[in-house]
């Protein structure tokens, strides 16, 4: 997608009214009104970013995983207004809200993400903080499935807890408790990915290095990665970018023909 194309999302977004309506129950507010509209306009500002670096030439379905209750979803729909919007979540309360207020399609998610019918092809999916809470094994399961859901060409934006996740654990508000902070930072030294669960959940806090990452979606066939950001969402989660473009594809120029020299 071209830097005018991207403009014409961008100017969409900046002149259409975003959704001001929260749910009383939506627990992102809790950081209050300013921040929580920033988070969602930063991710659009990553994903316009990342649509430039794409061969992607419309936006025409969304997938927005997990939508929570719309933190997101809400600027989707005012960057991509004519778009097919899917919303997906663990909570039928979240899931619920963003349908009826974002016209959204519902989906509700399951444990075992692979087990959920997810539709599709999407031209984009955005992932926010959804890998942050996961293991390496679901990570690298659920990336791999989520690509098999993006249509030609389409991109994917993942968040994940990068080096700066330190920072915040540690001076600004601890994510989880100290000793399981600590066995998250150790796996995270020996493996390149940490991971510990909230008492009594299935799900909790991860930490990550870019480079396992990387190694993650390179091993995703008939992709390309276009871009690793670290704190590429509201200055905070990293920002791993994959497209469904074979990696593997012949070198060709503007013409469609194999370069000349």
Known sequence: MNFTEADRYYQQYKSCRVVADVASD?????SGQDWYFYVGESAINAVLSALTLSRLSAVKSVLDL??????VARHLRAAFPNAELAVCDIDPAGV????????????LSAPDLTSVTL????DLIWIGSLFTHVNRDRAERWLRYLC????????????FHGSFARDVHLRHYPMIGA?????IEQQ???TGYGYEAYPSQDYGISFSRAGTILDMACAIPGTRILGYTERGWAEHHDVLTIA?????QDWINAANRYPSD
């Open 244 to 248: 469904k473009t074979d990696r593997a």
């Open 26 to 30: 939506d627990v992102m507010y809790n």
């Open 188 to 190: 995270c030294e020996s």
């Open 66 to 71: 997990p939508c929570g209750h719309g933190r």
């Open 119 to 122: 539709g599709g092809p999407f």
């Open 148 to 159: 098999e859901h993006l249509g030609k060409d389409g991109v994917l934006l993942a968040s």
């Open 179 to 183: 000793d399981a902070w600590m066995r």
């Open 96 to 107: 619920n809200f963003c349908a009826d207020k974002f016209y959204g399609r519902p989906i």
